[in-house]
Structure formats: C-alpha cells, structure tokens
C-alpha cells in the first residue's frame, strides 16, 4: 500500500527525533521523477553543440532540397496508392480482354516509376535520417527550455501565492485569544507571539505549512515552541480550520506527518471539497501497477492527495468489506477491482467465486469470464453449499501445505512445480443483507464465513463481502474482526460509519462523488475510486476469454452447485432431538430447560432460539423411544421433565422421535411473529407457571 513516509527500524539516539524515510513505492515516483530530469539535463544542449547542429541542419536542408526529396516521397506516396487502386480494378468480376490488357500495362508502368523512385529516396535517405534526426535533437532542446521557463513562473506565481496565505495564516493567529500570548514586556513594549511558520512545501494541488511545535535549547534539551498558554489542540480545533477557510477562501485541514511529530495546515488549491480529484479514470490508474507485488494480487483503491495511486493486495489485506449507502459508488468499486483481478491474472493465477443475491443482476456482465471456478450464484439456496465446498477446498489446500511445511500461498507456489501451482481464490458476495433472516440458514451461512475468514488466508483464499445496509445484524462483530481492509461509502449518519469504520469519517464525505474511506484499523485513507465504463468492463471480459482454458482439478464440476445439489451439500442437522434427550438426562437430570441446555452446549451446533423451538416441538409431542427406553415428558412444579413413561400420568402413543415433524413445526413457529413467539416459548419452558395442566391447552398455548 502507498504511503507517503514511514518510520525506520532504526531507533533513535537518546533524545534524537524519530527518523522518517521515503517510503519504497513513493521512492519508486521520485525516481521515476529524477529520470525525467536526467533525461531533460540530456536533452538540454549546449551552446557550442547547439551551433554545429543549427549549422549542419541548414546544410541538410540545402541538400534534401535541391533533390526535391518531399517531391519524390509525395510521388512515391501517390503511385502506392495509384498501384493500389489498379490492383483493385483487375480483381473486380466482369473485365473484358483488352481492359485487362490496359490495367497491366498501368501497373507495369507504375511500378517501375516506382522502382526509379525508390533508388532515388534510398540514395538521399541516410541524410533525411540525419536531418530528422538533428530536428528532434533542436525541437526537444526548445521545448526543454520552454518548460523550465514555465516551471519558473509557476514557482514564482505559487510563492507569491503561498505568502498570500501565510499572511493570513498569521492574521488568524493574532486575531484568536487561544492562538497567541500578547501583552507589555519589562520595557513597556507591546508583543504578541504566534506559533512560527517553519517551513512552506509547494505542490501541485495544495500548499502545505509545517508548524514549529518544539525546539531545541542551548543545553540539548527540547522544549515547547509554542506561545504561552497555546495548545497543539487549539491549533487544530475546528473553530481554527473555520477561520481559515474564511481568510484564505480554500479548504484547510490538518495534516500529521506520519510518525504524528509534525503537524501541517494544507491549504487546497483544487475545486474539490478535500483536496482531491473529483473524477478519476481507470485507464489513468492502470499504468501504476504495482508489477513487483504481481503475486500478491494488487488491486487499486483511488487516488489520493498529491495525485498518488493507492494500490492494496490481497496478501497483505486478505479479506474486504465494502459498505456504502445507494449510489456511493459500492458496485463501481467491485467493477474495478475485479476487471483489474481478471485482467492482470490469468485463470491459473487467480479463480473467482459471485455470489450475487440479486438474481443475477449486479454480475451479469461477468458471467462470461474463464476466472470463474463454478457459475454465478443466483439464489441464497445455493449460497450454503457453495461456502461448504469452498470450505472442502480449504482444508485439502491446508492438508497439502502442511505436506510440504508452506505457511501461505506464495511459498507453497514457490515449492512445487508448475503444473502443481494453485490459483488465489476470490469469494465476491454482493449484498449481505439479503442473507438474513432465514432461520438456521442465515446461522449455517455465517458459520461457514467465519471459517473461511479465519483460516482462508493461508491458502489463498479471501473473501469481499458487500451491502449497503450497516446495521449490526447485518454486520456482526466477527465480520469485522476478521475482515482487515473495510472500506465505506457515503454514509447517512454518524452511527451508520461508526458501524463499519469505528470513526464517523464516512459520513462526512462528500454525496454521489465516488469518495471512499480504506481503513486499516485505526489508519484511514480517503481516496478518489477510479470510475470503469462499461465498454472497460466489456474488453476486460474480452481479454479474459482469450486466456487459455483453465485447470479445474482442483476445483468440484461447478455444476454441482447450479444444477442438482449433490448428497454432499445437502444440509445436515447438527443437533437433534436424540442429542437434546441426552443432554436433559446427562447433565440436568431430564430437566427441560433451555437457558441451562444452551450452557453445556456448543453454540456453533444450535442457537438459544431454534433449541426453544426443539423443547417446544418435545413437549408437544407424543412418547418416544431412547435406547430402547419409552419415555416421555411430565410437569414438576415450574419445569419439564424427561421421565420413563410409566411414572408419566397420562398415557400416550408410543413412536420414534420424528425430526421431519419438529422440522415442520420449527417451519410453522417461524410463520408466527417473533417476538410473539419468544415470549411464548420463554412462558412455555422456563416459567410455565401460567400453563394448564392439561397438554392440549398446554399445546394450543404453545403453537
């Protein structure tokens, strides 16, 4: 990821600042930058050099002259296309014997003038490529002095300009009781103090003022260099940055160097409401890939202050969450991330799983693509046994690394042959909200995330998870615990950014811009998202049909998911009625309660609400078997029991304990409303007090 400085290693001497250091992809632009210098201080001619070349130019030019050499190229040029168009006649149907004869008389005469005029150009070539070569020579030296004389003006203009701002910068400080320290000194000379201005840096699109905070005694010791009685926290309140903006008529804001010693006022020189470009396109991110992280599959955020590209990887920040409010640009971003994934990654590299739960409609242009490792996801039926055949993927790629003793993907590459590479997995699920609400669904899909959140790294395996509503249902703690990168769009309020960022920074962005805040715990970078057209989307899609097929042995037939769910996904239960038995006799002596049942049992195989509606279904039903035993429920004062069913008082019908029917019922409860339907079951097992005892008022009471 691109920062703009970093702290080195090295610790400090005793008293001594940290030391920053340029940052190795910024260090990459500014010697991208000291080439292009170098390369115009070659360019620059001197003035000796400069008079041979004018001297031998004009004597080039008397002779290419006197040959007619543009003469012959514009001749040649015209027969070429004299040639061609003969060619085109004698191929046309219907031609009669003696127009053919004149078409071949025409061409013979043509190319041979043709073959005059090329002994002719060939022998004043050398000295055409002289004399083009001499004017590119001169017309860059021009050009070269043309920029340097701009670049002074534009120096000269921004330093007049920055004192402009300093002045008022200045102004501001003496006109704010919290911002200086003024009164009569011994002599009865008035003073005012103002924090010092040490330093002005110049860039393109903003002015930025570094404030002297400390400095150094006679005695090696360090000390405030602010005024008396004026904090660092005046300097950066609100009420300051406001009176700025009214004097300098810019946007100011605070920007701290990032080992947090320095602290500067950024004045913006652009339109935008922070300093950063309005509109970015992909096609002008795309040549700042970053081509040595290949491996680690980059993708581009935006672009930030200054005009530098943010890029991130998915070894380094395995899994996204993407949050944003309607038309904050969510599917914009996820467009670009995953043409730049499919068009810098072949197959073999790089394998994409859609889940798009809105029947299809945000991924259609992508169904196309040779990354895909099964068929898009259409339907939240098909979510579960997809996560679970990933989940099979991860635990044989976790097997065969632990083979071989590979910590992560790369390395395991590193280790095997060609043939035997794995590709990174990408697992996209578009809108996560439309995944709630399903009963033990929703509770199984989260599982299976959780597992892949955790352990997918290693492998390769990494997950983008999107939605636009921020709630914490939709995103539980567990999601952005284990999702590294969260980046949010414009959001509705302050709690809704604080939902996915933990800082209200989304929701002061501006509307419908394309803004999006990339945190990495409490670091944060705001940046311009690339806009992708669909004809991009479309070439990318195009450039990924001309990669060669892919390896799928790895991968299940996708069909199994799209078509016919096999017997391998079907869903299992994880606890049954026999295991709740067992669970009431071992621990609780045949007690039916649900708050003590839930205590000794794992939460990932049941939750409190679904284990309610087992007990329910238990008590309602008729007498069952259990190794071999009848037994059946009666009521002790406040609880239920499970007791053999000849000290039951109520003799009923023997079966086996029927799971397709406590199924139905758990299906015919959901229909209730819920809260409804808590309140009950609470009533019905754990203070049934109110219950009568007869079991048919007792059952009406419960359903």
């Given at each position: 990821m691109r920062r703009e400085i970093e702290i080195d290693d090295a610790l400090p001497k005793p008293g001594e600042p940290l030391t920053p250091k340029i940052h190795e992809h910024n260090q990459a632009i500014l010697d991208e930058e000291l080439q292009e210098r170098q390369r115009r201080l070659n360019g620059r001619l001197g003035w000796r050099e400069r008079l041979r070349l004018k001297k031998r130019y004009r004597q080039l030019w008397r002779k290419l002259r006197a040959a007619r050499w543009n003469d012959l190229v514009n001749e040649r040029w015209q027969l070429h296309q004299q040639y061609i168009a003969l060619k085109h006649s004698y191929s046309q149907p219907g031609q009669h014997g003696n127009h053919l004869n004149k078409l071949k008389r025409d061409a013979r005469a043509v190319a041979a003038r043709g073959r005059q005029l090329n002994a002719l150009i060939e022998r004043w070539q050398p000295l055409a490529d002289e004399f083009e070569q001499i004017s590119g020579k001169l017309k860059t030296h021009h050009e070269i002095i043309a920029y340097e004389a701009e670049e002074r003006e534009n120096h000269k203009a921004f330093r007049r300009e920055a004192i402009t701002w300093?002045?008022?910068?200045?102004?501001?400080?003496?006109?704010?009781?919290?911002?200086?320290?003024?009164?009569?000194?011994?002599?009865?000379?008035?003073?005012?103090?103002?924090?010092?201005?040490?330093?002005?840096?110049?860039?393109?699109?903003?002015?930025?003022?570094?404030?002297?905070?400390?400095?150094?005694?006679?005695?090696?010791?360090?000390?405030?260099?602010?005024?008396?009685?004026?904090?660092?926290?005046?300097?950066?309140?609100?009420?300051?940055?406001?009176?700025?903006?009214?004097?300098?008529?810019?946007?100011?804001?605070?920007?701290?160097?990032?080992?947090?010693?320095?602290?500067?006022?950024?004045?913006?020189?652009?339109?935008?409401?922070?300093?950063?470009?309005k509109k970015v396109l992909y096609s002008k991110v795309m040549p700042w890939y970053p081509t040595k992280d290949h491996t680690k599959t980059p993708w581009c955020a935006g672009v930030t202050n200054d005009r530098k590209t943010e890029w991130f990887n998915f070894e380094d920040e395995p899994h996204v969450l993407i949050a944003g409010s309607t038309k904050s640009g969510k599917s914009n971003q996820i467009?670009?991330?995953?043409?730049?994934?499919?068009?810098?990654?072949?197959?073999?590299e790089l394998r994409l799983v859609l889940i798009d739960n809105k029947g299809g409609v945000e991924f259609t242009h992508w169904s196309a693509l040779k990354h895909l490792a099964t068929p898009m996801i259409k339907s939240a039926e098909r979510v579960l046994p997809t996560l679970r055949w990933l989940r099979q993927i991860m635990e044989r790629r976790l097997a065969a690394f632990e083979a071989i003793k590979a910590k992560n993907l790369m390395s395991y590459n590193a280790k095997v042959d060609d043939t035997s590479k794995l590709p990174r997995v990408v697992v996209v699920i578009d809108e996560m909200a439309t995944l709630l609400g399903l009963g033990d669904l929703t509770t199984d899909i989260q599982n299976e995330l959780r597992v892949l959140t955790s352990q997918g790294r290693a492998v390769g395996l990494h997950v983008i998870v999107c939605t636009q509503h921020s709630s914490a249902d939709v995103l539980p703690g567990w999601i952005k615990t284990n999702m590294v990168l969260r980046i949010a769009g414009k959001m509705p309020s302050h709690h809704a950014s604080m939902t996915i960022l933990d800082s209200a920074s989304a929701a002061m962005l501006p509307d419908n811009v394309g803004r999006m805040v990339f945190a990495l715990g409490r670091y944060e970078v705001i940046a311009q998202t690339p806009f992708i057209s669909d004809e991009e989307i479309a070439r990318a899609v195009h450039i990924s049909r001309e990669f060669p097929e892919p390896d799928n042995r790895e991968f299940a037939p996708p069909e199994s998911i799209t078509a016919a769910i096999p017997a391998l996904f079907q869903p299992v239960e994880r606890f049954s009625q026999q295991d709740l038995i067992a669970a009431a006799l071992e621990h609780f002596e045949g007690q039916l309660s649900a708050n003590k049942l839930y205590e000794v049992i794992d939460p990932e195989l049941i939750t409190l609400h679904a284990l309610r509606k087992m007990i329910a279904g238990l008590i309602n039903g008729h007498q069952f078997k259990y190794h071999g035993v009848v037994y059946g429920i009666e009521k002790r004062k406040r609880s239920y029991y499970v007791v053999p069913a000849g000290t039951v008082q109520k003799d009923d019908e023997v079966t086996e304990p029927d799971i397709d029917n406590a199924s139905e019922m758990a299906s015919q409860s959901e229909s209730d409303d819920s809260e409804t339907r808590e309140n009950k079951l609470d009533d019905t097992i754990d203070t049934a007090e109110e219950l009568h005892e007869d079991r048919d008022q007792r059952s009406v009471l419960v359903v």
């Open positions: 300093e002045a008022q910068i200045k102004s501001v400080f003496r006109q704010s009781k919290r911002l200086h320290h003024a009164g009569y000194d011994a002599k009865g000379e008035w003073f005012c103090d103002i924090p010092i201005i040490e330093r002005c840096i110049f860039r393109e699109d903003r002015v930025l003022y570094l404030l002297k905070i400390s400095k150094r005694t006679w005695l090696r010791k360090w000390k405030s260099a602010l005024p008396y009685n004026v904090d660092v926290d005046d300097l950066m309140c609100e009420e300051t940055l406001e009176n700025l903006k009214a004097h300098t008529n810019r946007v100011v804001e605070v920007v701290r160097s990032q080992n947090g010693q320095n602290i500067f006022y950024a004045i913006n020189r652009v339109d935008s409401p922070d300093g950063i470009p467009n670009a991330m995953i043409t730049t994934m499919t068009t810098m990654n072949s197959p073999a």
